[in-house]
Structures are given as structure tokens and as C-alpha cells.
């Protein structure tokens, strides 16, 4: 679907995408590309969909989906956290990894809740040419 979209807009897609499609209001400061981009790695890998789980295929501005309307609200929740709290957090390296729908999501529809409880702790590696736990060197004492 991306792509078919990318060949209707040919010679547009640096253009904003503001100007390009109609009803853009979430994600004003992309460019058509861009936020076909967006749309494609953020939503689609990120929660496990395809554009018609927000969009009614043909009239993308349409905004009769429940989906569409939480994925507007949750990217405003993703821009704040990145913009407005992230940015609190002083001790954060330069590179920190900003907030995103795979963060909570992991590819699936609804956000993780909690963590896997593994049912026993996972083994311990031992470094490359170590020797197996209790057969080290003698402790020199």
C-alpha cells in the first residue's frame, strides 16, 4: 500500500505532508515520504497492523475509525513524553531512545502490560576459554 501511495504522489514526496494529503493534523512537520515512512515502520511494525486497521482504504481522510482516533492521541502521548519529559531527565545520554510505538507495543495490537516471568533464571554465560563453575585455578591462599 506504501508503495502504490509513493508512486501516486511521484515528483510530491518532499513536499509536506501537509500539502500532499488531506487531514494530516498529528504529524504536521513530515514530509510526504516521511510520514508515509512513519506510518509504515512506527504503526504498522511497531503495533502489527496495515493501514486499513486506521484508515478506510480510498479515503484516508476519513475519520470514522476508532483506531485512527487513538493512534492521534497516542502520538500525542508519544510526543509529549518525548518533548516535555524525556528531555526532564538530565542524566540521559545525548543518544537516549526516544519514545515510541514499539517501546510499549512490540509489534502487537495492544501495549505489553508486564514483563515474561521466566520459569527459571536464564543460564549464565561463561566468558570464551573460562572453565567450567568450580574448576577455576586454585585461589593462591
Same mark, same amino acid.
Given at each position: 500500500m506504501v508503495d502504490s501511495i509513493l508512486r501516486s504522489i511521484a515528483g510530491r514526496e518532499n513536499?509536506? *505532508?501537509t500539502s500532499v494529503f488531506k487531514n494530516v493534523t498529528a504529524i504536521k512537520g513530515a514530509t510526504a515520504a516521511g510520514l508515509l515512512?512513519?506510518?509504515d515502520e512506527q504503526y504498522g511494525r511497531g503495533l502489527g497492523w496495515t493501514c486499513?486497521? %486506521?484508515?478506510?482504504?480510498g479515503k484516508f481522510d476519513d475519520d470514522s475509525r476508532k483506531n485512527k482516533k487513538i493512534a492521534r492521541q497516542m502520538q500525542q502521548m508519544q510526543d509529549h513524553i518525548n518533548a516535555d519529559r524525556l528531555t526532564l531527565v538530565k542524566e540521559l545520554d545525548d543518544n537516549y531512545n526516544k519514545a515510541s %510505538? *514499539?517501546?510499549c507495543h512490540r509489534g502487537e495490537s495492544h501495549a505489553w502490560g508486564e514483563l515474561e516471568v521466566l520459569a527459571a533464571p536464564p543460564p549464565q554465560r561463561r566468558p570464551a576459554g573460562a572453565p567450567p563453575a568450580g574448576q577455576g585455578r586454585p585461589s593462591g591462599r
Open positions: 513536499e509536506p *505532508a515512512k512513519l506510518m486499513n486497521n %486506521c484508515h478506510v482504504i %510505538c *514499539a517501546m
